[in-house]
């Protein structure tokens, strides 16, 4: 646990010291925010019945908290160390290999509730409305950042199997086909009946769903439910994987 | 003498300093990558402890894969190896706690400080707090970097950063200390400053076991060698040793100009001469009594009203073992002999 915890404080310094690592990261999220907003919030004013009498602000902020805690950082700085020759300084260390992986995803952690706490700042500035309150928006930020530690195990499995910088600097691409297979514009039912079927399989619609529901709708435990157990198995999954990988590193 | 003929390895166990226990052993240590690449093809080693154990090969040779494998980052196709007495393959946990490594590519993060680096280092092997801030400032003192204790590594100059990864590898005072090409790509201020570090290390009862390309930091610093080429060890012993063994002097006749045919032949046949090697612009006469011949070769060129720049006489070096056991010139002598050319002109 101690290595796992100087690992993380390592891994969080580099992310303050780095801030360059950081800004692209929350300057997407609030591009596609701004932009998605100025085309569609005349298409769906407040009176638009899936919006519960809200702007499109609040149907669109789970999508930008998506782009902004699912990034390929933790691999990149992985695969970076392993480029530069610090990896095998913590490999050659008496330490349990996977407490390398547990360091960066608490980066990822703080930069996941960092960022996600400023995508919702701006949304809220924009006029949007936490209809689940302030602690609704504390389990929004949390679940944002929490599914940013999930997807994290993408990147870091590319680093560890490619050891190379540009194939894991792609894999962020691989969020592209599974944020827009969703109902990031509108919700299922409105989409055409493939795209429906494909968004229904895509694990990534029900994080949106529920982030989506804390902002419009309240409580709805249901989804916050299956939300919370997508996070779960997708970072249990990922995160086993990373650690299976890193303990076959070389081996 | 053929230049290719192998010289005997002397029994590890007759040249071990005072029948020390070995630090390190390996037996028929292999290592065969994807696509059948043989980086080692069956090693043996014995370092005693307390040894300095200079690992001497051109790039390539299986140095680095060695000592990956010696340091658990790398498993072994076949053979075994134990280190600190521990086998790195049963216990390879074990193994790192009595080590410290140093490998070629140095590893420092760039964004942290050297007090920062040398403090999580210690915390990664146990030493926590206020041990852990004195362990740190007495290894950035021991390494002369206490002035540069707060910058980030990445400021650093490359003889710092070789410094500091020194002494990251030194935190938990381990009994083996592996150096991979610790002084490659430093200046020659630096690389002496890397020597007189390892020599204080070694002078507290650390093995160092040291892989090199330089001639010079074998033969200053090591007290036995083993020469690698190919992934098989080709010669082992003290550098005197393996030097005494060729049992011949080198006398080298600057030619300053002079015809190499007609020097050649006005030397003719030596007593003692085992061969006559040409480089650059020099004849490099192999002899059994080099002092001993110098006042013939003198006589001859002189007799035939040849005028030379220089004649010089040496012991062998290790380069000569090298050149003798493998055929060919270690890539590192070239280095080293461009760097003494710059710094002449200079």
């Known amino acids: 646990m101690t290595e796992v915890l100087l690992l993380g404080r390592r891994a969080v310094r580099e992310v303050v010291r ?18 998605n907003i100025g085309q569609i919030s005349k298409t769906f004013p407040s009176t638009t019945p899936f919006l519960h009498g809200q702007g499109y602000v609040g149907f669109q902020l789970p999508v930008s908290l998506m782009f902004a805690v699912c990034t390929a950082t933790s691999g990149l700085a992985l695969v970076t160390e392993i480029d530069q020759g610090y990896f095998d300084k913590l490999l050659v260390a008496p330490i349990h290999r996977s407490s390398i992986i547990f360091g960066r995803l608490a980066a990822d952690l703080v930069r996941g509730l960092a960022v996600a706490t400023l995508v919702l700042l701006v949304a809220l500035a924009l006029g949007m409305e936490m209809r689940s309150g302030i602690a609704g928006a504390l389990v929004l930020v949390v679940l944002a950042a929490l599914w940013g530690v999930a997807y994290a195990g993408i990147g870091m499995l590319i680093a560890l199997h490619t050891r190379n910088v540009q194939a894991t600097n792609a894999s962020f691409l691989i969020f592209f086909p599974l944020l827009f297979l969703t109902p990031n514009f509108v919700p299922f039912e409105l989409l055409t009946p493939l795209m429906e079927a494909l ?53 | 003498m053929s230049p290719t003929a192998p010289i005997p390895r002397p029994a590890a166990r007759e040249s071990r300093r005072d029948g ?52 658990t980052l790398l498993p072994s196709t076949a ?10 393959r049963d216990d390879g946990a074990a193994v790192r706690r009595q080590i410290g490594v140093a490998l070629q590519e140095i590893g420092l993060d760039p964004l942290q400080t050297g007090r920062e680096l040398l403090e999580l280092q210690c915390g990664l092997y146990g030493i926590t707090g ?29 003889g710092m950063k070789r410094r500091l990864d020194l002494a990251s590898a030194l935190v938990h005072s381990p009994p083996v200390l592996f150096l991979d090409e610790p002084t490659t790509g430093l200046d020659p201020a630096s690389r002496v400053t890397v020597w007189e570090e390892v020599r204080r290390i070694n002078a507290q009862g650390t093995t160092v076991f040291l892989t090199t390309q330089y001639m010079e930091e074998a033969d200053q610093l090591c007290d036995r060698v083993a020469i690698i080429d190919r992934g098989l060890i080709v010669a082992e012993g003290t550098p005197q040793e393996l030097k005494s063994q060729l049992g011949h002097d080198v006398v080298s006749v600057a030619l300053d100009g002079a015809d190499i045919a007609a020097t050649k032949a006005a030397i003719g046949e030596l007593a003692g001469l085992e061969r006559v090697v040409t480089e650059r612009e020099t004849l490099a006469l192999y002899l059994e009594d080099g002092p001993g011949s110098i006042a013939e070769i003198v006589r001859r060129l002189d007799g035939e009203q040849i005028r030379v720049g220089a004649i010089s006489v040496a012991r062998p070096s290790l380069d000569d ?26």
């Not at chain 1, 360059?20 to 925010?33: D, N």
């Not at chain 2, 073992?321 to 200079?346: D, N, Y």
């Open chain 1, 18 to 35: 780095l801030p360059a690592a950081t800004i692209p990261t929350l300057f997407i999220p609030l591009f596609f925010l701004a932009v």
């Open chain 2, 130 to 158: 206020a041990a852990a801030r004195d362990r740190s400032r007495e290894l950035l003192e021991l390494v002369g970097l206490m002035d540069a204790a707060e910058r980030r590594t990445d400021t650093y100059s490359g």
């Open chain 2, 321 to 346: 073992v090298f050149l003798q056991a493998t055929g060919r010139r270690l890539e590192g002598r070239q280095e080293e002999s461009q760097e003494s050319e710059r710094e002449a002109v200079a």
């Open chain 2, 20 to 71: 020390k226990p070995d630090a390190i052993q390996a037996r028929g240590l292999q290592r065969t990558f994807k696509g059948g690449v043989e980086a080692v093809r069956g090693i043996d080693l014995d370092v005693a402890e307390g040894e300095i154990f200079g690992f001497l090969g051109p790039n390539g040779a299986g140095k680095t894969t060695t000592v990956r494998m010696l340091c």
């Open chain 2, 79 to 88: 053979g075994s190896a134990r280190v600190a007495g521990i086998d790195v």
């Open chain 1, 199 to 251: 968004a229904r399989a895509n694990p990534v619609s029900y994080v949106i769903e529920g982030l989506r529901s804390l902002v419009l709708e309240g409580w709805v435990l249901h989804k916050l439910g299956i939300c919370f157990g997508v996070i779960l198995v997708t970072g249990l999954v990922l995160t086993w994987l990373s650690v299976r990988a890193i303990d076959g590193y070389d081996r």
